[in-house]
């Protein structure tokens, strides 16, 4: 352990620079193109995660770390991936009580009741003008 | 600083193990600086994750449609409306700021005080110009009626989320660009070769700060990646 910095030749950088244009030009034309469903997606997290990779890799000297390091910062991300998966459940579960109970097929517009129409009904009833 | 080791070191999972199960430090050959800096990436990191979670409920939830983001960040060029183009620049001017971080961190290792300091600096106006952008993109998307509570395009959860999430990230951008301007400045005036001490700690810097701070940048455009393909593209 000579030295503790990381140094590596500047057409690595370079490379790698070039690779991340080039994979943000793919998923920018994903958009451009107007892919839907399925290719959309797929090509839209492929292209994520390999520019995800190759920033961590690389500009962020991960490959040339030691793998106490690496599994430290590796390792406990997979907890992202569980939370994702119970959220999904959830939000699904939120969307058919919404759909069952308040959806009426009209856009939601009134954000406000004024207190005078909320009470009118019970005050009918009790017969207090 | 340097912990000279008579027993070489182990590679790969063997090494992760005895590492791990070493006394005094489990990071071998990384400057303590660096490893505080990875733990807080891999924090924010955490941060960053809830509020894409958070996202990912508001949108699988809801019932009203979500606003088509293709059409909502497009910008009109000699009338012709091009989808997401300022996001997309941004995109590039983002990733080439991480170019030149790296290569000031490779200037920094080899003593080229002068090199080191520019490349700082172009990272720093770098990142100035994309905030420059970002405020633009606010300051449209608020004229075009976007509030957090509501907007003009579908679901109302659209503004709450693209507020907090690019504003955060926004704010990530912007205490990044300060400490570059600082580290540009103490490298550029040679404090790391003087052994000048730093105003607010009163420590010596070293020109591995310089890769501390790269680290933190780089974590920058990473975030950036998953909200370009999770809140725009998607």
């Known amino acids: 352990m000579a030295q503790e910095g990381q140094e590596h030749p500047i057409s690595t950088y370079l490379w790698v620079w070039i690779l991340l244009f080039v994979l943000s030009a793919c998923s920018y034309y994903v958009d451009f193109a107007g892919f839907q469903g399925f290719t959309r997606w797929s090509l839209v997290i492929l292209f994520m995660f390999l520019k995800a990779y190759f920033i961590c890799a690389v500009f962020m000297h991960m490959v040339w770390e030691r793998m106490a390091l690496v599994l430290a910062l590796f390792i406990p991300t997979f907890a992202i991936i569980v939370f994702v998966g119970i959220m999904g459940f959830e939000s699904d579960y939120t969307q058919l009580g919404r759909k069952v109970f308040f959806d009426t097929g009209k856009p939601a517009t009134v954000y406000a009741v004024p207190h005078s129409e909320v009470h009118k009904d019970s005050h009918e009833e009790k017969g207090d003008h | ?234």
């Open chain 2, 1 to 234: 600083m340097a912990t000279t080791s008579k027993i070489p070191l182990k590679d790969g999972m063997d090494g992760f193990v005895s590492d791990w199960a070493s006394d005094q430090r489990a990071f071998k050959g990384v400057p303590w600086g660096k490893a505080m800096m990875w733990i807080f990436l891999l924090s924010d990191t955490f941060i960053f994750s809830c509020f894409l979670i958070a996202y990912m409920t508001a949108r699988w939830s809801t019932v009203e449609p979500w606003p088509n983001t293709s059409e909502v960040f497009s910008l009109t060029v000699n009338g012709v409306s091009v989808p997401l183009l300022l996001i997309a620049i941004m995109t590039f001017i983002l990733i080439t700021s991480s170019g030149t971080m790296a290569m000031a961190v490779r200037s920094g290792y080899q003593k080229k005080r002068k090199q080191a300091g520019a490349l700082l600096f172009l990272t720093a106006v770098l990142g100035l110009s994309f905030v420059g952008m970002q405020a633009f993109e606010w300051s449209k998307l608020i004229a075009e009626g976007i509030r957090p509570w509501e907007n003009p395009f579908g679901a109302r959860q659209f503004g709450s989320v693209f507020f907090m999430v690019t504003g955060f990230h926004g704010i990530h951008v912007s205490f990044g660009v300060l400490f570059l301007f600082i580290t540009a400045r103490k490298v550029l005036r040679g404090d790391y070769d003087t052994g000048r001490r730093g105003f607010f700690t009163w420590q010596k810097g070293r020109y591995e700060i310089i890769e501390t701070l790269g680290l933190y940048w780089h974590f920058v455009d990473l975030v950036w990646v998953f909200i370009f393909a999770f809140f725009y593209l998607w």
